[in-house]
């Protein structure tokens, strides 16, 4: 007699990814051709005013970690263009979605903050960069889905931040 699975909430929240996925296209698609394309994201480093951020600036510059990042979204036909960036925000660790700018901006203080929580040390294959990369991209991505939704007008069924949560995760996955 076969027992029946327990998936949990993981199983639960497959049917909303594929919806929200599915409303991305849809939207990307019905936009007029004329004002939607690919290739509308725009970066910018923006240098920090605080010395403290130097060494970040320049690690993600030369990483090239938002033209990475542009490079994985160049696919979207988006009808405005959206500048991602990474700036000093006068000490405050944080990241958001500007609207009516249509920026979304990560601090330096919040990558300052990520690099200084993480482990020193490799945990069960886990390297000391890894936790500091997976929560970066995380945040980019989960912005980013606040800008999609906004730009391609998709409706949200349920809270926001928790559909822009799924988003980043289902593309990190």
């Known amino acids: 007699m076969e027992q029946p699975m327990n998936h949990g909430l993981s199983i639960a929240s497959v049917p909303l990814v ?7 296209s849809a939207a990307a698609i019905t936009e007029a051709p004329s004002a939607s394309r690919p290739n ?10 605080d010395v403290a ?15 990475r990042f542009r490079d994985l979204l160049s696919f979207l036909r988006l009808p405005k263009p959206l500048l991602v960036k990474v700036a000093g925000c006068d000490g405050d660790a944080n990241t958001w979605y ?7 901006t990560v601090c330096y203080e919040y990558v300052a903050h ?17 936790t500091i990369i997976g929560p970066v991209v995380e945040v980019f991505l989960h912005e980013v889905g606040h800008a999609l939704f906004d730009l391609l007008r998709v409706p949200i069924l349920g809270r926001e ?8 995760a289902y593309t990190m996955l």
Do not use: M, N
């Open 40 to 49: 509308r994201i725009r970066i910018a480093y923006v240098p920090p005013v």
């Open 98 to 104: 500007d609207s009516e700018a249509h920026e979304v």
């Open 53 to 67: 951020h130097q060494p970040i600036y320049e690690l993600l510059k030369q990483r090239r970690i938002l033209e």
């Open 18 to 24: 594929i919806v929200l996925c599915a409303l991305l």
């Open 114 to 130: 990520i690099q200084r929580i993480a482990p020193t040390e490799t945990t069960a294959g886990v390297t000391p960069e890894d």
């Open 161 to 168: 931040e928790d559909a822009t949560d799924q988003l980043a």
